[in-house]
């Protein structure tokens, strides 16, 4: 059976799913806000596995809440292929980011079983937990855990913006077992193919159908913490002030300046965090909490900017007579998706009479991590107007169906796939 099978994914239906989940949310709609292990991220959890399994589906729920969502192989005893994406939304969020991922694999595995065909390999459609770094301020945690990408230790050490452990914070939301527990071995999976919106113009703007993801940019995140004199506003002259927000707004612009000068055009870089104490309009600031995203496809030119950008963070603390400690939230490497994967991709777009092209994923994904543990790829639908991480973020149903659509012709393709 080649890749060339083709589906077709019932768009309404599937945009009323995705309409379904966004209800569950903190924010008035259309925004969505589902932080991770809070009860709304629960609730949504709970639809998700409500309708996978009325699908059929048999479900295994891991130690952080990974949920995994499986539709049996002709050969049990061969490694599955995945796929997969996350529920959680950071704050003012839309509706589409991740959740196409999930859903729409869902789709797909329906769409392969209704037309009678059980794969070679189980196929598995992932919902990973805590994609986003919203609430302990690392994302993918999930996900590293399952590839060995950080050490259980480290994930009992994060503590989210009230001091609660990540541990408490888990076994409160009723997920029980080792974190330890979570890590696959290499080989697990025979393949990870992950479904997302692109959260930018390109397709859009060229009009092409489908995105074929060749590779996921070097994610890297700092926490600066700025220390200067707090004081009264009317009673310390100017020549006199260690005033921390003036020397990070200083920062930011160095920050913003490193990023737009680094040669590469894909160095992105974004103080989207900032805490100021005492915080009151007749208080000096005395500290400052910055928190730094900081990504390039390229590790070698994201290594280069945040080499600037540590020069200029001494050079202004010390013109300013304030102290900046830095301590770094993740510093990771870049993806290569697997060629292999990429022709599948293509080849089941194609089958499908749309058009498609390589690019690279600017944003982060759970697949980011599970190329460490498997050959991955990624299938990108269009996003309006590039807009992601707000609420006005739209793909269309007939765009979310064809992503699905696709997916299901390039899972079958590698389901089939001989070998161990
Ligand atoms: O930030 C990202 O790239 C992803 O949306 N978490
Ligand atoms: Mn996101
Ligand atoms: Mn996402």
């Excluded at 589409?96 to 070679?120: M, N, S, W």
């Excluded at 280069?304 to 950008?309: G, P, R």
């Amino acid at each position: 059976m080649s890749g060339a099978r083709t589906f077709a994914i019932d768009a309404t239906r599937l945009d009323g799913w995705l309409r379904e989940l966004a209800r569950f949310s903190d924010a008035p709609a259309p925004a969505v806000e589902r932080v991770l292990y809070t009860p709304t991220d629960l609730a949504g959890r709970a639809f998700v596995r409500g309708l996978a399994e009325s699908l059929g589906l048999a479900v295994r729920v891991d130690a952080v809440g990974n949920t995994f969502f499986r539709l049996e192989g002709r050969e049990p005893a061969l490694a599955a292929v995945a796929t997969g994406s996350h529920l959680d939304a950071i704050p003012n969020a839309g509706r589409f980011d991740g959740t196409v991922g999930v859903l729409g694999g869902l789709a797909a595995l329906e769409a392969i079983r209704g037309a009678g065909i059980t794969p070679r390999r189980a196929i598995e459609v992932i919902a990973f937990t805590s994609e986003e770094p919203t609430r302990f301020g690392l994302g993918c945690v999930g996900s590293r855990l399952m590839s060995g990408a950080i050490a259980p230790e480290a994930v009992r050490a994060l503590r989210d913006a009230a001091g609660r452990p990540f541990e408490e914070v888990r076994a409160d939301a009723g997920f029980v077992g080792a974190l330890e527990e979570v890590r696959l071995p290499e080989g697990h999976y025979h393949a990870f193919v992950e479904l997302h919106v692109e959260q930018g113009p390109v397709l859009e703007r060229e009009g092409v159908a489908i995105g074929v993801v060749t590779a996921i940019a070097a994610p890297a995140s700092y926490v600066l913490e700025i220390e200067g004199e707090g004081g009264h506003a009317g009673a310390v002259l100017m020549p006199d002030r260690k005033d921390a927000l003036c020397a990070a707004a200083e920062i930011i612009l160095a920050v913003e300046d490193a990023a737009r000068t680094s040669g590469s055009d894909d160095t992105v870089a974004t103080v989207g965090v900032c805490r100021v104490f005492p915080g009151a309009i007749n208080g000096i600031a005395a500290r400052v909490h910055l928190e730094l995203d900081l990504r390039d496809t390229s590790l070698a030119a994201r290594e280069e900017a945040f080499a600037v950008m540590a020069a200029a963070i001494e050079r202004i603390a010390a013109a300013r007579r304030v102290r900046v400690s830095r301590r770094t939230i993740n510093e990771d490497p870049p993806a290569q998706a697997d060629a292999a994967i990429v022709a599948a991709v293509e080849a089941s777009a194609a089958a499908h009479g749309l058009t498609s092209r390589r690019m690279p994923s600017r944003a982060y994904h759970d697949a980011l991590f599970m190329a460490r543990i498997a050959p991955m790829g990624m299938v990108f639908v269009p996003s309006a107007r590039g807009v992601s991480h707000r609420p006005d973020e739209y793909t269309a149903p007939e765009d979310v169906a064809r992503g699905a659509a696709v997916l299901a012709g390039t899972l079958l393709k590698l389901a089939e796939d001989g070998d161990g």
